[in-house]
């Protein structure tokens, strides 16, 4: 799936033959805007004729047709300066208009974005965008009606936007979305960590907010929190009638301040092979008139009592083998494990797979091993969190581990650690 959203954004680069794709190379640390946007260079008045400023390359991308590349280099810290608020990305944050890959391809040291304190990273307006390979820390939205998604806001007008092997951590919001800020029609998370944002108002989705269709696939979110105790770390929500749709897949969602994941209004959210656990409040919250929540071969445990509150008397709920440590999930209960301890070491980095990540790793006897579903017939995803094939046939047989994390059959495992 990863490889062919690359294979279309790449697609766009080739939309016509007279239409001949850009590509930039953004080599300097300097937060300069370009002179003369749309003439093809990327250049700064001061700045030598060879300096190309991320700011600078993308205003010249906006100002061009067709779609293009920026590339950023390994290592390079790139730290905004320019205060102000506009939709030009002369100031403030760097606002996208046209379809743009801006990514560092096989890096060794990932470039980070520094936004600075000064405005949100990227405003994405229109456009197939993929933002890969580098960090997004220091964003802060508190501008009026603009204080959405500390790092990244994807408004309504954006094509497909893909964030893939993504770092956002250490921002902040006043509004919802204290890293992300989804209003996509096309949205995917892929292979990325959100951690330690923050919502300092009264708004929810302390990592993300969704307000029209997102999926976040083989990720991390951990660690961020909510100025008051109810906040969500993803929630997702309906915006002017239609019901925002959120699938969780191969996801790890911990450690989070306050609920884990929030279903509000008529949302319809979809989670599969996933685990969230040891949030502070609640794992799942389902509040609203009809709202559709689905949970396969997913672990809810561990968070703060109850796992589930659903308030949603008129809601559709379907579900199967999951693991829950209370019965407080019941609408999910079908061929499920209730009441259960998961038996999970803490949550620790590790190397391997696709990406690096944080995840939870059942121990050797956790009840989780082999307890979801027969992958052709349960619908449990044919790859994990870090990549690890599905099912690994644990004690010979053919279903697959509840949650994030397949463990390998030559695991390691930690029982010695404290757990979970």
Not at 62 to 83: D, K
Request: aromatic share 4%; hydrophobic share 40%; net charge negative.
């Amino acid at each position: 799936m990863l490889h062919s959203r690359l294979s279309i954004l790449l697609g766009l680069l080739v939309l016509a033959p007279q239409v001949v794709a850009a590509t930039f190379t953004a080599n300097s640390s300097i937060d300069a805007p370009d002179n003369n946007p749309g003439d093809g260079l990327c250049r700064s008045d001061m700045l030598p004729a060879s300096t190309c400023t991320l700011r600078a390359a993308i205003m010249e991308a906006n100002a061009l047709a067709g779609s293009h590349i920026i590339n950023l280099q390994s290592g390079r810290t790139y730290t905004l300066s320019r205060a102000g608020v506009d939709n030009t990305a002369v100031n403030g944050d760097l606002d996208i208009t046209k379809s743009l890959i801006v990514w560092c391809l096989n890096c060794g040291q990932r470039p980070v974005l520094d936004v600075n304190g000064l405005d949100r990273g990227f405003d994405i307006h229109a456009g197939e965008v993929l933002l890969s390979g580098f960090d997004i820390t220091g964003g802060v939205a508190s501008s009026g009606a603009e204080n959405r998604g500390g790092a990244v806001r994807v408004r309504a007008g954006a094509g497909t936007t893909t964030l893939s092997q993504m770092r956002l951590y250490d921002n902040q919001s006043t509004g919802p979305g204290g890293a992300f800020y989804n209003e996509g029609p096309d949205t995917v998370i892929l292979t990325s960590e959100l951690f330690d944002n923050e919502v300092t108002g009264d708004a929810s989705g302390t990592a993300i907010l969704n307000f029209n269709v997102l999926t976040v696939r083989r990720s991390a979110v951990f660690g961020n929190a909510g100025n008051a105790p109810l906040r969500a770390a993803i929630a997702t929500a309906a915006s002017d009638g239609m019901p925002g749709r959120l699938t969780l897949e191969n996801t790890t969602v911990s450690s989070n301040i306050g609920v884990g994941v929030a279903v509000n209004n008529s949302g319809f959210t979809r989670i599969f092979n996933s685990t969230i656990v040891g949030n502070t409040l609640r794992g799942l919250e389902v509040v609203g008139a009809t709202p559709a929540v689905t949970t396969n071969n997913s672990l809810i445990a561990r968070n703060g009592n109850p796992q589930c509150a659903v308030s949603a008397p008129n809601g559709a709920f379907a579900g199967e083998y999951n693991l829950f440590s209370d019965s407080s999930c019941a609408v999910f209960a079908n061929a499920s494990l209730q009441g259960v301890a998961p038996l999970l070491t803490p949550l620790k980095r590790r190397s391997g797979g696709t990406t690096v990540t944080h995840l939870h790793w059942p121990r050797s006897d956790s009840p989780a091993l082999s307890a979801g579903s027969v992958m052709q017939v349960g619908g449990c995803l044919d790859v994990d969190q870090l990549g690890i094939s599905r099912p690994q046939g644990h004690n010979g047989t053919v279903r697959c581990d509840i949650g994030a994390a397949e463990v390998p059959d030559d695991a390691l495992f930690f029982d010695s650690l404290e757990t979970l």
